[in-house]
């Protein structure tokens, strides 16, 4: 009896020991998820970021790592990742490995804590638009509320916030007076008066042994080749030069025969547009219906007249695609910048093509349609001029006359014409014939 308790100890022991190392690295393993914010703050990068959320959170991550180097963006964009970071209940930190600027801080001030490299910079975050102009008053109120929330959700001061996007706050103890937007150095940041960083640190291991995740399990997200187009796609640069190439496109098919490589660019051009806004969210399947309706009321201005089917059809491509670009204003600058060159294209082709165009002939008339070039719209009787006839109704000032048999509608010279008066035919300009009244004595002559 004694034997087989003794037995059963060891058996206990032997299995603890080699227990404990399964049991002590399955209470180690902390999921840590590392995401990248290296390029252009856009529509694609939003949904990117809420792709690496969902992962991390279905994996039971406490943790998301945002390393951070980004001259900024859509501030659309921006404002979506913020409400993203806000909505969840994992730990966000910042790393600001080089750059949070514009859009970039935004993102940052959301973070529960932010970390800086010693060369880091955040801040200068004033709106401009697509033309590099400051933006509408609207906008820039807009902006400034968004930074100061941002702020305010994870309890920092919002002068900063407000400077970084008001240039008109003094803070010539940074380095920006009247004029200038605040952008704060690492150092500054860190600052206690400040409070924008909780430190400073110069290289990501050594971020992890900050905030005490060395041994945490380490997942790295990658852009998925799908997001990879949508990101380009959806980049503020990109999006005017696809609406270009679609508009100079489809100038350019109208004066080619048959349907060809410009053609082709055009379409793939707008696919690509809304493969990439239908990918990040932006666009619904109600522009791509108002955008086929758009099509088809284009094609069917080609069978027909008046205009009217063509001009809303123009109309519905163009509203379709503003709707799609997620900030109506940023899309209606890249719609007028692709119309410039698409019109721009237009007047290069007819200038040194003139007559050689082929569709175009189709739905312009291209050549002058005046008598010297042999065009009438009625018989022009000029063998009437000088001939003499007699009213057979008053001309008021227009009227019937009788001459050689034959009656004529004409219109007088401007006066009034009683009936049984002779006249004689003074022009002839196609259907238009114009007499005046004469006196038979002294200019009645037989022909």
Known sequence: MHKMIGKFILFILFLSIFSVPFLQTSAAVEKVYHVKIDDAVEKGLYAYLKRSFKEAEDAGAK?????????????????????????TEMEIIAYINYRAISAGALIALYSDKIYMSPNGLIGSSGVVDSAGNAASEKAQSMWKAEMINAAESKKRKTEYALAMADADIDMSMYRAGKGEFLTLTAKEAADPEVGYSEGTVTSFNELLNVTGLSDAEIISTKVSFAEGIVRFITHPFVVPILLSIAGLGLVVELYSPGFGVPGTMAITSLLLFF?????????GYETLILFGIGVILII?????????AGTLGAVAIVASIIMAGGNP????????????????GMVIIMKFFGKR???????????????????????NRTELLGKKGTTITPLRPAGTVELD?????????????????????VKVEGSRIVVREFEEKGEMKND
């Open 63 to 87: 943790t998301i790592i945002l390393e951070i180097d980004t001259l900024g963006g859509h501030t659309d964009a921006a404002g979506q990742i913020g409400q993203l970071m806000n909505n």
């Open 275 to 283: 493969f990439g806004h239908l990918i990040a969210g932006l666009a």
């Open 300 to 308: 069917l201005e080609l069978f027909l007249p008046g205009g009217i």
């Open 329 to 344: 204003m940023s899309m209606a600058y890249a719609v007028l910048i692709a119309i410039a060159v698409a019109v721009t």
């Open 357 to 379: 165009l082929h569709l175009l002939n189709k739905m312009v008339l291209m050549d002058s349609t005046d008598t010297e070039s042999g065009y009438v719209s009625n018989v």
């Open 405 to 425: 048999g034959e009656r004529i509608d004409v219109v007088s010279q401007g006066s009034y014409i009683d009936k049984g008066k002779h006249v004689i035919i």
